[in-house]
């Protein structure tokens, strides 16, 4: 199965997204990533409407590494232009990370769940591995 990866970036924050796009698949691409695929979504008013551009990317569970690398890239190099919003395993059916944007998008009962867990922090040692970068971003 593996893992997801959703990034996300503001449509009107970013001038050249070509080129920011053309590097962030080149970057998957070299890591391995099995899949990919991009869609929009606004909110807001007419007035006041965000758009944004989310890039799912799929990694097997036996190229974790190759995606902790491009999490890494991600993160390092793309971190005032592009946002990881989520993580999520697939076979464990289990949330790694939600960033605080997709925690508002998220019911109720599933915030509360993702909530105490990372209370509790019962990680196992992927996920702990995983968010070792990610949370270095935030800090």
């Known amino acids: ?5 959703e990034i996300s970036y503001d449509l ?3 001038k050249n997204v070509t080129n920011l796009l053309g590097n962030l698949v080149s970057c998957a691409e070299s890591n391995e990533c099995s899949n990919y695929f991009q869609y929009s979504e606004c909110e807001g008013s007419m007035k006041k409407m965000k758009k944004r551009c989310i890039f799912v990317f799929y990694f097997d569970d036996e190229k974790f590494v190759n995606m902790n690398e491009f999490l890494k890239t991600v993160v390092n190099k793309y971190k005032k232009r592009l946002y990881v919003d989520s993580i999520y395993e697939i076979e464990k059916n289990n949330l790694i990370y939600a960033s605080p944007y997709y925690m508002r998008l998220m019911e109720k009962d599933q915030q509360d769940n993702y909530k105490e ?5 019962s990680y ?9 970068e990610i949370l270095k971003k935030e800090k």
């Open 124 to 132: 196992s040692d992927t996920d702990y591995y995983i968010l070792r």
């Open 1 to 5: 199965m593996g893992y997801e990866i």
């Open 12 to 14: 009107k924050k970013q």
């Open 117 to 121: 867990r990372r209370k509790t922090r």
